[in-house]
Nanobody
Framework: QVLLVESGGGLVQPGGSLRLSCAAS????????MGWYRQAPGKQRELVAA???????NYADAVKGRFTISRDSAKNTVYLQMNSLKPEDTAVYYC????????????WGQGTQVTVSS
């Protein structure tokens, strides 16, 4: 059974930082591309950042230079370091796992709320 468990969300003031974690189990972590998505109220879920099995990364334009995605294979965990947070970053953040070479298969975590407000 694949399980993705996010943590690290919360309330932060504009300009602050948070680090999200996603612990994966039930998968061969090194064979999965990992990503973070977010969904704000009334909006579609969107890609925030992704990291491939080889470590290459890509980011949404809105977060480039502020967010950093990383993965720790020893801990089967993917992280999202979020700096210089803005109110428009407020959303539920979801962890995603996609197996390499198997199109159409996606696993999702339950989501963690990030609220940026003064």
């Amino acid at each position: 059974q694949v399980l993705l468990v996010e943590s690290g969300g919360g309330l932060v003031q504009p300009g602050g930082s948070l680090r999200l974690s996603c612990a994966a189990s039930g998968i061969i972590f090194s064979s999965y591309a990992m990503g973070w998505y977010r969904q704000a109220p009334g909006k579609q879920r969107e890609l925030v950042a992704a990291i491939a099995t080889g470590g290459s990364t890509n980011y949404a334009d809105a977060v480039k230079g502020r967010f950093t995605i990383s993965r720790d294979s020893a801990k089967n965990t993917v992280y999202l370091q979020m700096n210089s947070l803005k109110p428009e970053d407020t959303a539920v953040y979801y962890c995603n796992a996609r197996p390499r070479g198997v199109p159409g298969v996606n696993y999702w975590g339950q989501g963690t709320q990030v609220t940026v407000s003064s």
